[in-house]
């Protein structure tokens, strides 16, 4: 604190001495007392910091004195030394012409005569000596320049090339004419074309060395003047000014200080005022405009690596900035150095240039965050630029190019996020034991169920884990794809149309094709299945929040015409199909694990009396599969259930019917009957609720048939009632009762069921030839109708 003090109490007597010092220079002395007292008066030791302050005054006063004196010292010192010369020959002349006075009262007439004659020529003399120095006088400045070196000295002193010029043209048009008839005076007008010339190098090679310094600096330049833009568009959002109104605040800023701070313009006006003086403005203008453009292509050229790190976009972009701010200061400064034609030329070329190259280096970024800080820059760069009157509309067309890579970055990287939520889900409902963990759970996503909402805890929310997180990044979605759309000056609608499109891309593309290659995974079993199911059914009831989410960000009313509507349930129903879909074919698949360690002994003389193991577990899995499937909607269920079933039923058809099975006996027979009688009780068990009556049986409808054809041996009502729509064995193909005939046959006539009928009842026989017979004839008649 007392150092603070301390040092206001000397920043207040800096202040005071330097007003003190300002009334002594600017008053009468006879006023200086009162303020010289008041030092005294003053602060312990003030006058001695005044003393100090005055004696740095002087000084300084000093130095411009001397500077003064410098600048006009040699012409004073010819001056005094031409007037000392004519002095002399005065002083002489007048102690002749008291000799003579003297003398001519001391001569006698001839010789007053002769003296008068002197004295007539000494007044000639003195006459010419007069007319000689008032010659002098009006030749003073030619005097002062009578030397080519002296000029070019006086020339190249503080860069008075314009003063220099403007002396010449006052020696050629005023000064030389008047003593034109002295041969110096010819010296001197021969002389003046050199200097001439010398001068237009010399302005020449200063601005070269102003071309060549702004080539260096204007990245400086543009990084100034775009800095300065994207704080006022901090300062414009914290306000809320009109975009238009910022611009010209922005223009006008940067005009008095980008241009003129940063950039020392005399030698482009000093170089213009001569060759204009000279006569030779267009040379220097045509020269100026060819090299500009000469280095508009330079800084236009972009390097190799620019898309890798924003600092090379930034780089980039002050470059050009800073190219364009110093063409319109030209422009403006010097009254047609440049036109307005010009620059818009070097404009439009340029942006041709800058849309080209942003356009595929963009391509190239991969990273959302380095799109987003590409686009922030585009957009100071184009506001910077129109805050100096050049039309940037392309640029900001340009930007929705940009907008669609920026999206596809941020698809790709949401498409990982989604990934690694699956990866990670336990695909089982989430367990919650108390009532600050339900609301930890209902915070993050919009779920509402008033059975569950009574039960005590704890309880089990229906969705996995997966459900809240996918609900929670894709609002972080619609947020990252809101950065994009900040600054672009574009209304509600459009903005709300933005964001809805980009959500609709990430639902349709991103996360339907997560959700299709998550269903498809090999480790996803059948309970995994059924929680995707109720999952998409979830997320599709939150589609509606989402919804609601994006209409509070942009204050679009959902009922605008033209307002885009998510498509997220098209999604989830797509996705809660495919796993629907999948169900049924892994149940499928797993039905056929089961039915692969089927081992029957197909010549076995009786059955066992009991279904088959396998069967029996094959069963015990089903039906547990089934309990779990009430979680699912009845529909999907009741499908699963009878998809399995009838893939159970064509799979037991297949094994019957296996070409590569060539004997079955009446006990093989009598077994697989029993198994598929289990398969029956099975299905009138109601395993999943909803079928009326035997629906499910009738999946086994065409086993049974067959079955009991063969276990009771009823060929003559299969033959009599074949064809008729009330026939008991209307589901018996005859080709699949003729190829299980088939494989009953012995050829060994051991354990053959026709060697028992020969033995017994040879009219049997015969008839069982029959009934082979016209099973062969039916199926040639079904083949010819075909």
């Known amino acids: 604190l007392e150092a603070n003090m301390a040092e206001s109490e000397s920043l207040e007597t800096v202040t005071e001495h330097e007003r003190i010092l300002q009334e002594i220079e600017s008053t009468d002395t006879a006023c200086v007392g009162p303020t010289l007292r008041s030092v005294y008066d003053d602060q312990p030791n003030a006058h ?444 509600s609608t459009e903005i709300d149309d933005m964001l809805r499109k980009s959500t609709n891309l990430l639902l349709t593309r991103t996360l339907s094709s997560c959700l299709q290659n998550l269903i498809k995974k090999p480790h996803i079993g059948l309970t995994e299945l059924v929680q995707i199911i109720i999952n998409t059914t979830h997320l599709e009831h939150a589609c509606k929040y989402l919804e609601d989410f994006i209409t509070n960000i942009t204050n679009v009313s959902p009922e605008t015409v033209h307002t885009t509507r998510l498509y997220g349930l098209s999604t989830f129903k797509d996705a809660r199909h495919a796993a629907e879909g999948e169900i049924y074919t892994k149940l499928n698949q797993k039905i056929d694990e089961f039915i692969q360690l089927a081992d029957y002994e197909w010549g076995m003389s009786e059955s066992d009396g009991r279904a088959s193991g396998y069967l029996m577990d094959l069963i015990n899995f089903l039906r547990s599969t089934f309990q779990v499937f009430t979680h699912l909607p009845g529909k999907v269920a009741q499908t699963a259930c009878m998809s399995a079933c009838k893939h159970l039923a064509t799979s037991l058809m297949q094994m019957l019917l296996d070409t590569e099975l060539k004997q079955i006996s009446m006990g093989a027979i009598q077994q697989f009957n029993l198994d598929v009688m289990q398969c029956e009780l099975f299905a009138s068990s109601e395993p999943v609720p909803g079928f009326q009556g035997d629906t499910l049986q009738l999946a086994f409808i065409d086993l049974r048939q067959l079955l009991d054809l063969f276990m009771v041996w009823d060929w003559s009502t299969y033959l009599a009632d074949y064809g008729q729509p009330t026939s008991k064995y209307l589901r018996v193909n005859p080709s699949t009762a003729l190829a299980l005939l088939e494989k009953m046959k012995d050829t060994s006539k051991k354990n053959n069921i026709f060697s028992q009928f020969r033995k017994n009842d040879r009219d049997k026989q015969k008839l069982i030839e029959t009934v082979v017979k016209q099973l062969r004839s039916l199926v040639n008649g079904m083949s010819q109708h075909s």
């Open 48 to 491: 001695k910091r005044f003393m100090e302050k005055l004696d740095a005054r002087i000084r300084n006063h000093d130095r411009e004195i001397e500077k003064m004196c410098n600048f006009h010292h040699q012409g004073f010192v010819d001056a005094i030394t031409e007037l000392l010369k004519v002095r002399a020959d005065a002083e002489k002349l007048m102690v002749q012409r008291t000799v003579v006075g003297f003398t001519l009262f001391d001569l006698p007439l001839c010789k007053v005569t002769a003296q008068t004659e002197e004295v007539i020529r000494c007044r000639i003399q003195q006459r010419n000596m007069a007319t000689t120095v008032e010659k002098l006088q009006l030749c003073i400045p030619g005097e002062m320049m009578r030397t080519g070196k002296l000029m070019t000295d006086m020339i190249l002193f503080l860069f008075r090339y314009y003063s220099a010029l403007k002396t010449m043209e006052q020696l050629e048009n005023i000064y030389i004419p008047r003593v034109s008839q002295y041969r110096f005076c010819q010296i001197m007008a021969e002389t003046l074309p050199k200097l001439r010339e010398e001068i237009k190098e010399i302005s020449m090679s200063d601005l070269k060395d102003f071309l060549e310094s702004i080539r260096k600096h204007s990245d400086k330049i543009g990084e100034t003047a775009m800095r300065q833009v994207g704080f006022c568009f901090v300062l414009n959002v914290a306000v809320s000014k009109p975009r238009n109104v910022l611009l010209t605040f922005v223009g006008f800023l940067f005009k008095v200080l980008t241009a003129q701070d940063l950039v020392d313009f005399s030698p482009v006006y000093r170089c213009l005022h001569i060759y204009t003086v000279l006569g030779d403005r267009e040379t220097f203008e045509n020269y100026y405009r060819k090299q500009r453009k000469k280095q508009a292509r330079l800084v236009l050229q972009p390097q190799s690596n620019m898309h890798e790190t924003v600092e090379g976009y930034r780089k980039y972009f002050n470059q050009i900035v800073g190219f364009f701010v110093v063409e319109d200061h030209i422009l403006h400064a010097t009254q047609g150095l440049v036109t307005r034609a010009f620059t818009d030329e070097l404009w439009n070329m340029a942006l041709s240039k800058i849309i080209a190259v942003l356009r595929t280096h963009s391509s190239y970024c991969s990273d959302p965050d380095l799109v987003l800080e590409l686009k922030n820059l585009i957009v100071i760069f184009a506001d910077t630029l129109q805050g100096y009157g050049f039309p940037v509309n392309r640029l900001f067309d340009l930007l929705f190019e940009v907008r669609d890579q920026y999206n596809e970055t941020l698809l790709k990287k949401w498409a990982l996020v989604f990934r690694d939520i699956f990866e990670q889900d336990n695909y089982s409902p989430i367990p919650v034991e108390n009532e600050e963990e339900y609301k930890s759970v209902v915070s993050r996503f919009p779920f509402h169920d008033a059975e569950i909402e009574k039960q005590q805890f704890p309880k089990k929310l229906p969705m996995s884990q997966s459900v809240p997180q996918i609900y929670a990044q894709v609002k972080e979605f619609i947020y990252a794809s809101l950065k994009f759309s900040e600054s672009l000056h574009r209304s």
